[in-house]
């Protein structure tokens, strides 16, 4: 019997960015749950943390990708170089 191959989840790919968006938006929806049952306040902490959870995931993405496209630059630029 052959088994299929295993691919494994890459925190640098898609898939891998988009559980880590998805997981850490439930994370602080869970803590801003958490946070509104001990104030007393409904969904005021839920919406707080989870739009403060979003924006810091689409930061971090913003960074990932200036960091990579400033890799392939360089790296572009060095081949340039070598080259001629």
């Not at 049952?37 to 960074?63: E, N």
């Amino acid at each position: 019997m052959k088994l299929l191959p295993r691919k494994r989840i890459d925190a640098d790919s898609n898939i891998g960015k988009g559980m880590d968006l998805a997981l850490m938006m439930l994370v602080f929806l869970g803590l801003g749950y958490l946070v509104d049952r001990w104030l007393g306040t409904h969904p005021v902490f839920m919406i707080a943390l989870s739009l403060l959870g979003f924006a810091g995931q689409i930061t971090k993405l913003c960074y990932d990708y200036d960091l990579k496209m400033k890799a392939h630059e360089a790296e572009r630029a060095a081949t340039a170089r070598g080259g001629r």
